[in-house]
């Protein structure tokens, strides 16, 4: 079964807009962890956000948002104003504390923003 | 920058020969893993060195040897792939063992490989 579901496979977008990435992940874990990571075309994958399981609190770290919303078991991403260089492949990823060296991956979601 | 090296950055390898893909990191980390990954795929796990002990090793094909010299480096001897083994190859670390917020995972640009 796919622990990390990311539904939306390619968005587009004009330059300047808002957009949200969807994750949604299943664990039977009660300690577990989130994570986004953004693989421009270079090939690189970058961290960009992490949770654990016990902070639900929601953040903003410049353009970049995220909501976790245990309820439903959903991550979402959100870029404001959203820019070319935002273009890049981007992956939710979940660890669990019992098995901590397995990471798994969402399919992806490709975004291209257009200028 | 990563913090991550890899090299080569390409490979290109006929399915006779012998090569190695290298990686480094210097951030003190040590777990290191290698992982594979196709086109428009999520990266898929192949091993991971947990204080320079592979302690996991996702039924990877014998083709594939990892080596882990010391908490700094780590190899992947490959000899005799085949072409659908053509990926990137991304190396990755972590702090500790587990892979947790205050430990995530920090990976290289990765090995774009070609094997005719």
């Known amino acids: 079964a796919q622990k990390v579901t990311q539904a939306q496979t390619e968005i587009s977008v004009v330059e300047k807009e808002d957009v949200t990435l969807d994750c949604v992940y299943e664990?039977?874990?009660?300690?577990?962890?989130l994570f986004w990571y953004k693989q421009p075309p270079s090939g690189e994958l970058v961290f960009l956000i992490r949770?654990?399981?016990?902070?639900?609190q929601n953040e903003i770290s410049g353009r970049y948002s995220w909501n976790f919303q245990k309820s439903t078991s959903s991550f979402n991403f959100t870029i404001t104003a959203s820019q070319v260089v935002d273009s890049a492949v981007y992956f939710c990823a979940l660890s669990e504390a019992d098995t901590g060296n397995q990471f798994y991956f969402g399919t992806g979601t490709s975004l291209t923003v257009i200028p | 920058d990563t913090e991550v090296t890899q090299t080569p950055k390409h490979l290109v390898m006929g399915m006779t020969n012998k090569k190695s893909l290298k990686c480094e990191q210097h951030?003190?980390?040590?777990?290191m893993y290698w992982y594979k990954q196709k086109a428009k795929k999520p990266p898929e796990l192949m091993f991971v060195y947990s204080y320079e002990k592979l302690s996991i090793n996702e039924s990877v094909p014998s083709r594939f040897s990892p080596e882990c010299p010391n908490s700094s480096l780590l190899n992947l001897h490959l000899h005799a792939l085949q072409p659908e083994d053509s990926a990137l190859y991304l190396c990755?670390?972590?702090?500790?063992?587990?892979?947790?917020?205050?430990?995530?995972?920090?990976f290289g640009n990765g090995t774009r490989l070609t094997v005719t």
């Open positions: 990755a670390s972590s702090r500790t063992g587990v892979v947790t917020p205050a430990s995530p995972l920090h």
């Open positions: 949770r654990n399981s016990f902070d639900e």
């Open positions: 951030m003190g980390h040590r777990a």
């Open positions: 664990t039977r874990d009660t300690t577990y962890y």
